[in-house]
């Protein structure tokens, strides 16, 4: 059985890499417009369903197909959502609002296999900033230029230094991927990244 990630993300291909199964990638087609008043672990979920629905039901993809479809929503206090930065500017004043707050990461998967119901789940992360200073946000995003990052800090890089705490069942999920629920809802269907039968 293939395996699809239906994802541009290569921080998503090098999670999925760590359960040792062979997968390919391909870049869903979905716009990712928030619907009006649409909660964020809503949008992530939806989000997630849509990208693997759109790659599994792709007529050019041969063949039964297990498919991961994936979304991350970022929000400040909750309340604002964020966005990937990307430029610097943007990234300074997002790590600037984060400084001494809370932002909360809403990470949802979908799989979708043969014969099987669709099995999918959304992570929450909470992640504490500590205060931060110009000069230190400044010569952090010259170092890491996380641009491509909401929050802007990559936790799983020099980001880390920029925090308090970081709550969550599931580590992985902050960088984009929950790959504990991953591994069981793959086992699910029948793709063991043990190996076994």
């Known amino acids: ?32 417009t ?9 949008l992530a979920t939806r989000l997630a ?12 993809v041969a063949g039964p197909a297990v ?12 309340i604002e959502p964020l966005g990937k930065p990307g430029t610097f500017e943007r990234a300074r004043r997002q790590l600037q609002a984060a400084s001494g ?5 809403y990470t949802a998967f979908a799989v ?24 230190e946000i400044d010569h952090y995003l010259a170092l890491e230029q996380p641009f491509d990052c909401a929050g802007a800090a990559r936790s799983e890089g020099l980001g880390i230094a920029l925090l ?14 929950p790959l504990i629920r ?5 086992r699910t269907v029948g793709l063991d990244p043990l190996g076994r039968r």
């Open 34 to 42: 928030p619907v009006a008043g649409e909660p964020p672990a809503a």
């Open 182 to 186: 991953v591994a069981a809802a793959l």
């Open 101 to 105: 707050r809370t932002m909360r990461f």
């Open 49 to 60: 369903r849509a990208k693997a629905r759109t790659v599994a039901d792709d007529t050019s």
């Open 1 to 32: 059985m293939r395996l699809i990630l239906a994802s541009s993300s290569i921080y998503r291909r090098q999670l999925l890499a760590r359960l040792g199964l062979p997968f390919e990638t391909l870049t869903p087609a979905v716009d990712e």
């Open 67 to 78: 498919v991961i479809g994936s979304d991350q929503v970022a929000t400040l206090d909750d």
């Open 164 to 177: 308090e705490s970081i709550v969550t069942d599931d580590p992985t999920a902050l960088i984009g991927l």
């Open 112 to 135: 979708i296999a043969p014969g099987t119901a669709v099995i999918e789940e959304t992570v929450s992360i909470v992640v504490r900033f500590r205060q931060l200073d110009d000069d």
